[in-house]
């Protein structure tokens, strides 16, 4: 397979560095607010990626990402809203998870929390100034990044470029602008923990270091997330990891493009931006699936109600497909005939299509026109064969779920972990129940709780809105 790797800046071979175990390590939410449909790019697309290489590579993949649930962004949440910081952090934990539940996309392997590995940063931050690569001031600690060789490796920015025109902030102490906070000391009312500069917090850019070598040990084979993070975030990791230890840190770097809307790069910060709660409750988890994945990961993605209304309806064609052949024929008995063998021998092309297209830096636009083609194919076939040659189209129903699989396309519905439709329901009886309770029928809305309780779906109300995930 081969995969663009940001830190070469050109396509290269990729193999599993060992045992056909794929380390993998995807920079996970800031839990302060719900994902917006920018964020949720990295998510669908490197789950995909790791969906694919366990069906059609025959690897194992960790799949790593955290939760970072300290952060100047929640302190600030907590401050607009009276709200604490766990409280925030809980609420859109919960709501990251329920979101992957809806997309289909399964669980990461493991979802460390910052929070719960202070204490390891701590001691990686004393390392750290031990051997010359930080210093603190006013309980504050910097990264020297002057003392790093290469700093600027990933990104290509150079430093002695980037020195001109940067000053020290007002209120910042640093030797040199270009230094980044590994731990930052606390202000009143903020969380905090113990260490030997005082209490206080640490940065973002340590956190992944320490949770990708503690959750990944020597499996360092993948660090992706958007390409919003090469620069500071993960050429910062890198500065660290260096300065920490002579092991190696992760051989490939991936990033996926950033999201626009209309004609714009998306940021919440721009207010032009939506929730991907919003559009996975309008077009359903297939649709907004298909929708991310029929662009080439490393483009930039415009997003637009045509767009996704496209993606339904090339759902749509390849599920009416698959639904009228399986009501054809699902059951109907015979052996297969010579023209049958032929249409499966001919549809045997169209995969090694896909697996050329995915193994291809990841192509899931020439993968998505290679099933495309099969379905055209096999409505040729269709409109042709008579009597017991239409036997052969099972095997056509049956590569596209093969090659649907690790785009979480063309499922049967209970493999997918719900349908559209599902969702939807329970959303519904979600809005019913709480149109019951400001009415005060509360022995209603409580039967509404129960029942689907009892058919496994648990809701949790919280400060922002009733959340549900299946148990
Ligand atoms: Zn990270």
Not at 376 to 401: I, M
């Amino acid at each position: 397979m081969q995969l663009y790797n940001t830190l070469a800046k050109r396509v290269q071979a990729f193999e599993p560095a060992e045992n056909r175990t794929v380390g993998m390590y995807v920079c996970g939410p800031t839990v302060y607010d719900h994902l917006h449909i920018g964020n949720v790019r990295p998510v669908i697309v490197f789950s995909a990626l790791r969906k694919y290489m366990e069906r059609f590579k025959g690897w194992r993949v960790v799949y790593v990402q955290n939760v970072t649930d300290v952060d100047d962004k929640l302190i600030r949440r907590a401050a607009e809203t009276g709200e604490s910081v766990d409280a925030i952090a809980k609420t859109y934990t919960d709501a990251y998870f329920s979101l992957l539940e809806r997309l289909g996309v399964e669980r990461p392997s493991a979802s460390p929390r910052a929070t719960d590995h202070v204490g390891e940063m701590v001691e990686f931050i004393s390392l750290l100034v031990d051997r010359g690569y930080a210093y603190e001031r006013c309980g504050d600690v910097y990264f020297r990044v002057a003392k790093v060789a290469d700093y600027g490796a990933l990104s290509g920015r150079r430093l002695e470029d980037q020195q001109a025109g940067s000053r020290v902030e007002v209120g910042e102490d640093k030797e040199n602008p270009l230094d980044f906070t590994l731990w930052k000391a606390a202000k009143p009312g903020e969380p905090d923990w113990p260490s030997p500069w005082g209490r206080g917090r640490p940065g973002w850019h340590t956190e992944c270091v320490i949770m990708s070598r503690k959750y990944l040990g020597a499996h360092l084979d993948i660090h992706a997330g958007g390409n919003d993070l090469v620069f500071p975030h993960h050429e910062n990791e890198i500065a660290q990891a260096a300065a920490s230890s002579d092991a190696p840190f992760f051989r490939f770097w991936l990033h996926n493009g950033m999201l626009h809307m209309g004609g714009e790069e998306m940021h919440k910060s721009l207010g032009n931006f939506r929730y991907a709660h919003e559009i996975l409750a309008e077009y359903g988890a297939e649709t907004v699936g298909y929708f991310y994945l029929s662009r080439h990961y490393r483009k930039p993605l415009d997003y637009s109600a045509d767009g996704l209304r496209a993606a339904q309806a090339a759902v749509g064609r390849v599920r009416r497909l698959i639904e009228d052949i399986e009501s054809e024929l699902r059951d109907a008995p015979g052996e297969a005939t010579e023209r049958g063998r032929a249409f499966a021998g001919t549809i045997a092309g169209y995969r090694a299509r896909y697996v050329a297209a995915m193994d291809d830096d990841f192509n899931t636009v020439d993968a998505i026109a290679a099933i495309h083609d099969l379905v055209s194919e096999a409505n040729r076939f269709r409109a042709a064969a008579a009597g017991d040659d239409r036997l052969a189209l099972r095997d056509a129903v049956l590569l596209l779920r093969e090659l649907g699989e690790p785009l979480g396309l063309f499922q049967e519905e209970s493999a997918t972990g719900g349908s559209s439709i599902e969702a939807g329901l329970v959303d519904l009886l979600i809005d019913l129940r709480r149109e019951l309770r400001s009415r005060k029928a509360f022995d209603l809305a409580d039967r509404v709780r129960d029942q689907l309780a009892d058919l496994g779906v648990e809701l949790k109300d919280t400060a922002h809105g009733t959340l549900w995930s299946r148990r």
